[in-house]
């Protein structure tokens, strides 16, 4: 029959779609599936894609639909929109599975079956080798995958082409040639035509060696994969953030760390950002960084900030929402709903911070106004000032808690106040209060 076919794929009592386009490839494919049905108990169904880019597709088309018809295997019909797409080939390849994933449930097949073999094998690896892909991309194709829910096979992937030619000869396979196949338009038919043979010259085998490649990489990549995927079970998510430790994530090891860093970016975007390798190490670059607060922006659509020994990633923005309360009197104020201010001339040990301002004269004392940090603020601290973001640099604080964090200052705009931070000493006779109970703050 067929060489390195791999019977394993297929169990018993199956129900299979298989994907014919008419060419020699899925021709051979559904003509050795068919011999096999009765052996292995299987129901069959025809799907086939006209993606009316020739004129002749409709032609290969009908003659999927006859052979079916020939054989009494059910046959079911894509035609693709002929619009205008930027990348033609993504678009067409998310609407051909999505069509035969809908034919499998509609049909309850357990699995779809696709004809790419081993030159389609050693092409994908060496386009990708060129233009670049992850440690996980470099396996190439794979014998079985999944798409959704839905198991995809290829039984053909350690099977050559010219092996599928011989068994084409020997049992007159019928077939309709795509003549597109013969220019060089396409980038996989200029790897086929120029590169491919030269290849083939340095050694006969190579085929089997690109095969052993992508094994290679597969069995390396399971392990990175169940490494990375345990430590991703163990970050803190949502579906727009996720956040950790640096420290604990630099313990890993590098291909480890890339592989958590693409979970992680796959888990908040839905799978909709595409990633490159320099993306990645610029992303680890950042968490390497010596700097206290940085962050990366992707695309407006990825967002990573480091504070110190976290990092946070995200889809949205951070930004500062500026607020400011002037108070004229004694009194209980809320604040944002994250804190209460209770400006009184008795302390209240039952606040979570306490201000004592001295005094003189009252009419001096107010307004007082509590706020978040402004461009240009500074500190007094006895020998000169200091730049609030200096202050804030060197006792770590985060750039979100800098853009909360609340300021009472007085009439002069002189910082009075920065919970657990900061205390301007004052001087007079008398006291007030400025005291501060944490709600959701």
């Known amino acids: 029959m067929i060489k390195n076919f791999n019977n394993n794929l297929i169990n018993k009592g199956d129900h299979l779609v298989l994907s014919v386009s008419g060419g020699l490839d899925s021709m051979v494919l559904l003509d050795h599936i068919f011999r096999i049905k009765d052996d ?25 639909k006859k052979i079916a018809k020939s054989l009494e295997i059910p046959f079911y019909l894509y035609e693709l929109e002929d619009e205008d797409y930027d990348n033609f080939h993504d678009f067409a390849h998310k609407k051909r599975y999505d069509f035969l994933l809908n034919i499998a449930k509609k049909v309850n097949a357990q699995k779809i079956v696709l004809a790419h073999h081993q030159d389609d094998l050693a092409e994908t690896i060496l386009m990708r080798l060129t233009r670049g892909s992850s440690f996980e991309g470099y396996r190439g194709i794979l014998e079985r995958t999944y798409y959704k829910d839905i198991e995809v096979i290829r039984p053909f992937l350690n099977t050559s082409k010219e ?34 043979p030269l290849l083939e010259e ?34 803190k998510k949502s579906n727009d953030k996720i956040e950790f430790d640096i420290d604990s994530f630099t313990q890993e090891f590098d291909i480890v760390q890339i592989e958590v860093i693409k979970l992680v970016i796959n888990h908040i975007t ?32 990825l967002y990573v900030y480091k504070k110190y020994d976290q990092v946070s990633f995200q889809t949205q923005e951070e930004t500062q929402e500026n607020y400011e309360y002037s108070f004229k009197d004694f009194g209980i104020y809320s604040i ?85 931070l900061f205390k301007l000493k004052t001087s007079g006779e008398h006291s007030i209060y400025i005291q501060i109970k944490k709600t959701k703050f």
């Open 40 to 64: 292995y108990q299987l129901t069959l169904y025809v799907a086939h894609i006209d993606h009316k880019k020739r004129q002749t597709s409709s032609k290969d088309a009908q003659f999927v």
């Open 163 to 196: 092996s599928l030619k011989t068994y084409q000869k020997e049992y007159d396979v019928k077939y309709r040639e795509d003549e597109s196949n013969q220019e060089d338009l396409y980038t996989r038919n200029r790897y086929r035509h120029k590169i491919m």
């Open 202 to 235: 340095e050694n006969p085998k190579y085929l089997d060696k690109f095969s052993q490649f992508s094994d290679y990489q597969n069995k390396a990549y399971k392990l990175i994969d169940f490494y990375a995927n345990e430590y991703f079970t163990r970050l």
């Open 270 to 301: 839905d799978n909709s950002l595409a990633l490159s390798y320099q993306n990645i190490l610029d992303i680890i670059e950042l968490l390497n960084n010596e700097r206290p607060n940085v962050y990366y922006e992707l695309g407006n659509q």
């Open 336 to 420: 944002n709903n994250r804190f209460d201010i209770n400006i009184s001339k008795n302390p209240n040990k039952n606040c979570d911070y306490i201000y004592e301002l001295c005094y003189n004269n009252l009419d001096l004392v107010f307004p007082i106004t509590i706020r978040n940090r402004r461009p240009g603020d500074r500190l007094d601290i006895q020998i000169g000032t200091k730049k609030l973001k200096d202050f804030f640099i060197d006792k770590k604080v985060t750039i979100e808690d800098r853009n909360q964090l609340p300021l009472i200052v007085n009439k002069d705009s002189e910082i009075l106040f920065i919970p657990e």
